[in-house]
């Protein structure tokens, strides 16, 4: 599959629509995009989205993509999440150079900006209530009223917006409003608020300001300022799009961009909501914004998923513009492919049944020179210590097996793997619960290479661990976040809807020896079991930490088979 990384990004309405302008010469060949994040949050899987599909157009037309934290509304936005932003859109691959904007840097233009409106005659104080503007806004049947602030003189309109930025107004008293049409059919261009009062420390500008313009007026000059030529957004700014174009051509600015809606990126069993996701970590649903069951791009990394995977997955959905629901089985997917190709196998076995090797000498080691990956021998091997006494899967023995049932029960031959054939001779029960607690076998020495001299084949081969040589670890398995495909259906409570079975932790697990210095953060795959990755936060010295990346199934080939034909 790495096809899909090698092949060149195929186009779409976005990418057809700048290979117009650059046909028609409306931005003198120039294309250059951006990522505006509001940082009141961690980054999620919509957004990586949005940045690939940003860093991916800049770097195809070879233009900048710059980094700009839209930071104009002080509530909520912090430098925690600025930091958590730059990481993660660095983790995912991408670069911005030396571009790195701030919105609330153009505070000062942008207020400036709003000055020439109002002498323009485009702009007024207007000291109508929150409610009463919504209320006189009108409906999609019926106009708007204009407001009785409306016909303020220039003169008045400058006094009054510097009086605000002064600080003489409470909160709510006054805004400054876009003077544009109260009949129109759409909404947001009856006499749009700019500007607004509010009192609150901004993360960056301290207290310097009590006057934050509002997101139509500062979004749309920022892209200008920056001489963005193509803002790409999410569907549900399509109506504002008049608004972004009526502010740029009122103030004649230079360089007026193209805005752009998307759909945005919906998941199954997941929320890509920053305000929910919020409230997850908030009221403790979660550990935090790194929660490895969390669709945060920290959340993914810490579970073990690939930068790679995820840019193939945002490839893979492509761009459209209607709203979808993709399934997170094709994220999975993604994740999968891109393991089975770089995870080194290795052998964990995470619920131990004790096996004794009755005909094995006591004390005895050898070692079975094991290849890291079947299809990729320049991944190299490790030796796999093997003794009397190992530990094989609980689940890989049953005493009275079912008809199909291939693995161990007595009297039953199985191979290890890579090595011995092994038979179940007895097994050793709890008395009071009857579950088995040891298994004696017996092994072949023949069978040394996984095959007998004889001819004779077994039906399965099992994963095991030394049991003196291996090492304790605690495995921990994330599912998905949610009960049901779309949780934000509906109106009831979201986390009624949570999957109170989406966290297991496994403490008695038993790993191979080589596994005691891997690194925080490296990925395997244990073999028969899924892919693992070395928990970065909790993984310390004496306790190994794995966290379970994705499991070994893959209920989404069929579906991928398919799509390819
Ligand atoms: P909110 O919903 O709280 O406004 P947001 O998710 O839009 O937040 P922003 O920080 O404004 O968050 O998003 C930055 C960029 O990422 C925007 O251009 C936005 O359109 C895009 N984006 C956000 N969510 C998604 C998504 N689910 N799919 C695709 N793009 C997204
Ligand atoms: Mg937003």
Not at 133 to 158: A, D, F, M, V
Not at 279 to 302: N, Q, S
């Amino acid at each position: 599959m790495t096809q899909t990384e090698a092949s060149p990004p195929s186009t779409d309405f976005i990418r057809e629509m700048i290979d117009g302008h650059l046909k028609t010469n409306r931005f003198q060949g120039r294309v250059a995009t951006r990522f505006p994040p509001e940082p009141n949050g961690y980054l999620h899987i919509g957004h990586a989205k949005s940045i690939c599909l940003n860093f991916g157009i800049a770097a195809q037309y070879r233009g900048p993509c710059n980094l700009r934290m839209d930071d104009t509304d002080p509530s909520g936005e912090s430098l925690e999440y600025v930091e958590s932003i730059i990481n993660d859109v660095r983790w995912l691959g991408f670069d911005w150079e030396d571009r790195l904007f701030y919105a609330s840097n153009y505070f000062e233009q942008l207020y400036q900006f709003a000055v020439q409106l109002i002498k323009e005659g485009k702009a007024y104080v207007c000291s109508l209530s929150a409610d009463e503007i919504r209320e006189q806004r009108g409906t999609l049947t019926e106009p708007g009223k204009e407001s009785p602030y409306r016909n303020r003189s220039i003169e008045e309109n400058l006094d009054m917006f510097a009086r605000m930025r002064a600080g003489e107004f409470e909160d709510g008293a006054h805004v400054l409003r876009g003077k544009i049409d109260m009949t129109s059919p759409n909404i947001t261009m009856r006499d749009p608020v700019l500007y607004r009062i509010k009192r609150a420390t901004h993360y960056r500008t301290g207290a310097q300001w009590c006057l934050y313009p509002m997101y139509d007026f500062a979004h749309c000059l920022s892209d200008s300022i920056e001489k963005i030529t193509h803002s790409i957004c999410t569907l549900e700014f399509e109506n504002n799009r008049p608004l972004y174009d009526w502010i740029l051509d009122e103030l004649k600015v230079e360089s007026h961009p193209q805005q752009i809606e998307f759909a945005r990126l919906n998941l199954t069993y997941t929320i890509l909501s920053k305000r929910r996701l919020i409230e997850l970590v908030v009221k403790g649903y979660v550990t935090g914004w790194d929660d490895p069951r969390m669709p945060t791009i920290a959340g993914m990394r810490r579970r073990g998923y690939t930068p790679e995977a995820i840019r193939n997955f945002c490839e893979r959905i492509g761009v459209a513009k209607n709203d979808s629901l993709i399934d997170m089985a094709l994220l999975e997917y993604c994740v999968r492919e891109n393991l089975n190709e770089k995870a080194p196998r290795v052998m964990a076995v995470l619920n131990p049944l004790r096996v004794i090797i009755d005909n094995y000498p006591e004390g005895q080691t050898e070692e079975f020179d094991s290849p890291y990956h079947p299809q990729n021998p320049g991944m190299g091997s490790r030796k796999v210590p093997f003794s009397q006494v190992l530990y094989i899967e609980r689940n890989d023995f049953i005493e009275n097996p079912p008809k199909k049932f291939y693995r161990l029960s007595p009297g039953k031959e199985v191979r290890l793997r890579y090595g011995y054939f092994i038979k179940c001779a007895s097994v050793v029960k709890d008395p009071e619960t009857g579950q088995a607690v040891e298994l004696h076998c017996t092994y072949d020495p023949e069978t040394r290479s996984g095959f007998a001299p004889d001819g004779r084949k077994v039906d399965a081969t099992i994963h095991w661990v030394s049991a003196d040589h291996s090492l304790p670890a605690e495995l921990r398995l994330y599912d998905r976040l949610f009960k049901v495909p779309n949780p934000v259906e509906g109106s009831s409570d979201f986390t009624e809807l949570l999957n109170e079975q989406s966290f297991e932790i496994l403490k008695s697990c038993r790993v191979e020896p080589s596994l005691a210095n891997a690194a925080p953060g490296s990925r395997f795959q244990f073999e028969r079991v899924g892919y693992f990755c070395v928990d970065p936060v909790d993984s310390y010295n004496k306790t190994l930490v794995f966290n379970r990346i994705v499991t070994l199934r893959d209920s989404w080939a069929k579906i991928a088979r398919q799509e390819k034909k």
